[in-house]
């Protein structure tokens, strides 16, 4: 199979209703009378030759020596293991074909009949889909597909490696019922939560270029990424998994970092690192010549050393767009619930304030936008390394 054809498999993404991320593929320990062709059997899967050759291909890495099964070792299969939403197999998937639904549906019940699964899908919240079904129904091979980000965004085309096995939750501040800070620009309202949602789309379509998991904690359906000037507001964004996002602030607030702290936990053995990146447009300093405020987690270096990675990328790259501007960032600690009570390593960004006319003309710029997203992937990268 060729390289990017299979990069493009192992990196089948898609709008999961609930999360972007790299498929987490199931994986069996054999015991002693275990061959492949029991185990694919055992997942409802046809022991072809295509399908055996495709579950070496996905255990390359344990094949020494000889293609056999050995005992004490964990071993992929081609089936993914996706999240059920609660609500739907089509809207956990982000698929529109009811016939797959119903095949999938059956699938799971069938495993778990046959003792293969602990709990039905409803209660455990995982769906085993084989991984042939997604792909022989989608353009899964060369690009992954993302309603999320738009008809003119979803494709989203792996660049390189280099966040492979990195889980990432960006966090755009507010939406729902809270519209975060408002401005006016003419005869114009500019909504923090929609600029932080489209800079955070942007950010996490680049982090996904380079092989990260990505976790959008806020969703909104209606809006992909934008390049309008201004980005009209409405209040349907809900939080990850299709949880509404609360009237109460303090609710609001740890919903999110709940959320967040949970997928943490399932992420825990298996990721390399485990961010999040909390996005917002408004600032606490007035008049003060400061571009973009930085804070991390108080006495968690890691975070600290983000901040300053961020800083610093985001920094030589402003320099290199406008020369002698002045620009000016800040490093600092705070006391943020996102960021005290976040397990994974957090940084919260205020990209500028939102009230303010000099920033405001940052913003209303589709390419700006995308520009600080770049940079901020690159700072991600550059921490990563
Ligand atoms: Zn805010």
């Given amino acids: 199979m060729p390289a990017g054809l299979r990069a493009g498999i192992i990196l089948f993404l898609f709008w999961a209703g609930a999360a972007l991320h790299a498929q987490e593929y ?9 061959g492949v062709y029991t185990l694919l ?3 409802g899967l046809p022991p072809s030759k295509v399908m055996i050759a495709r579950f070496w291909e996905l255990n390359s890495d344990l094949v020494r020596g000889g293609e056999y099964l050995r005992l004490g070792f964990e071993y992929k299969l081609p089936v993914y293991k996706l999240y059920y939403d609660g609500a739907s197999i089509r809207s956990s998937l982000g698929i529109s074909d009811l016939a797959l639904a119903r095949r999938i549906e059956a699938y799971n019940h069938s495993l778990y009949e046959a003792g293969v699964l602990a709990a039905p899908f409803k209660k455990s919240r995982e769906l085993l889909v084989p991984a042939y079904w997604l792909s022989e129904s989608s353009a899964a091979a060369e690009a992954a597909s993302f309603p999320i980000f738009g008809p003119a965004y979803q494709s989203v085309k792996q660049k390189d ?8 939750y960006l966090d755009p501040g507010h939406g729902g019922p809270d519209p975060g800070a408002i401005g006016q620009r003419g005869r114009d309202r500019l909504y923090e939560d929609e600029y932080a949602y489209d800079i955070t789309l942007r950010l996490a379509r680049r982090l996904l270029e380079h092989g990260a998991s990505v976790y959008m904690v806020v969703q909104d359906e209606d809006d992909g990424i934008r390049d309008l000037a201004i980005l009209k507001h409405d209040d349907h964004e809900y939080y990850l998994g299709r949880l509404p996002i609360s009237r109460d602030h303090l609710r609001r607030l740890s919903d999110r970092v709940d959320i967040v702290n949970n997928l943490y936990e399932r992420h825990r053995k298996k990721a390399r690192q485990q961010i999040m990146v909390t996005i917002h447009l408004d600032s606490r300093s007035h008049g003060k010549r400061i571009d973009i405020f930085y804070y991390y987690q108080a006495n968690n270096p890691k975070s600290k050393k983000l901040a300053n990675t961020l800083l610093a990328k985001v920094d030589e790259k402003y320099a290199a767009k406008q020369p002698g501007r002045g620009y000016e960032g800040s490093v600092s600690t705070r006391d943020l619930h996102v960021l005290s009570e976040a397990k ?4 919260y960004i205020e990209l500028g304030n939102i009230r303010n006319k000099k920033d405001q003309d940052r913003f209303i710029i589709a390419d700006n936008r995308q520009a600080v997203a770049n940079w901020l992937c690159e700072g991600v990268i550059d921490y990563v390394k």
């Fill in 26 to 34: 199931v994986t069996v320990s054999p015991g002693k009378s275990d």
């Fill in 41 to 43: 059997k055992r997942y």
């Fill in 161 to 168: 490696q280099s966040l492979k096995g990195c889980v990432i």
């Fill in 344 to 347: 994974p390593v957090a940084v």
